[in-house]
């Protein structure tokens, strides 16, 4: 990938979602998007507007029911699952808005870290963090032996940053991730993210409603009603 090419791009991507009964909800529509290496976009607007929906496209969780989502150069929608998992593990970190979805449950803290950094083989520049450090980093040392299951919703949160960075992705994407955290420990979540960034160009996406968060990145998307304003 070259350092002009899209992290990520999304052409006239909508999604609709229909219930067993046939009830049809559009909750994105004609969203054209581009992200490149290192630039960090916030992705916000009011409740129900399409943002979370957005960002499990962009994180292959859902397929498009319109146009076209290219991370790492692959349209996801035309990938088969495993193919779609391969893209997950080399090109993507997910911080998801429930926290505990991105970890494993019964495993340490550490051993959730040492887990994703095996299975996902970032192609960022780098080298994998030490687990240790990571774990430090997001002020988690002293409880790395802990299960992630018995940690806070607030730590989960934090385990679920070093577990999605722990593959040196170049596309990290994260719904809320202060959102459950107090001020002094949500600065600590924005300055790991941005530090990633600036040391190795890792894209950022992140859905939030914080404007503090947003302030500090790059970009700020508002999204309207399933489309980009
Ligand atoms: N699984 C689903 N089935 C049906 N409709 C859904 C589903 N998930 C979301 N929606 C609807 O799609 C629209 C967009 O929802 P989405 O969660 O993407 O919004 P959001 O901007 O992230 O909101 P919030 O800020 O409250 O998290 C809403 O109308 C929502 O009710």
Do not use: W
């Not at 999604?15 to 004609?30: C, N």
């Not at 893209?87 to 495993?107: C, D, E, H, I, K």
């Not at 806070?152 to 170049?170: F, H, I, K, W």
């Not at 600036?198 to 968060?213: K, S």
Request: charged content about 20%; hydrophobic content about 40%; overall charge negative.
């Amino acid at each position: 990938m070259s350092a002009s090419e899209a992290v990520v791009r999304c052409e006239q991507v909508g999604h609709v979602y229909r219930d067993d009964s046939g009830t049809e909800v559009t909750a994105l529509a004609g969203v054209d998007l581009e992200v490149r290496p290192g630039e960090a976009v916030a992705l916000v607007g009011p409740s129900g507007a399409g943002k979370s929906t957005l960002l499990t496209l962009l994180a292959g969780l859902v397929r498009p029911t319109s146009g076209r989502v290219v991370v790492a150069g692959q349209d996801l929608g035309a990938l088969s699952e495993r193919g779609l998992l391969r893209v997950r593990a080399t090109s993507l970190g997910v911080v998801l808005q429930t926290p505990g979805r991105n970890l494993l449950p019964y495993a340490t803290a550490q051993a959730n870290v040492a887990f994703a950094q095996r299975s996902q083989r970032g192609t960022g520049p780098g080298g994998a963090t030490e687990v240790g450090t990571l774990l430090e980093s997001v002020g988690l040392g002293a409880v790395a032996h802990r299960a992630a299951r018995h940690l806070s919703g607030g730590q989960q949160q934090r385990l679920a940053l070093a577990v999605a960075l722990a593959g040196n992705p170049p596309l990290l994407l994260a719904d809320e991730p202060t959102s459950q955290l107090d001020r002094a420990t949500g600065e600590i979540v924005l300055e790991l993210m941005l530090q990633a960034r600036d040391e190795r160009g890792t894209a950022l996406v992140v859905v939030t409603h914080d404007h503090e968060v947003s302030r500090r990145l790059d970009v700020e998307h508002t999204i309207l009603d399933g489309r980009l304003a």
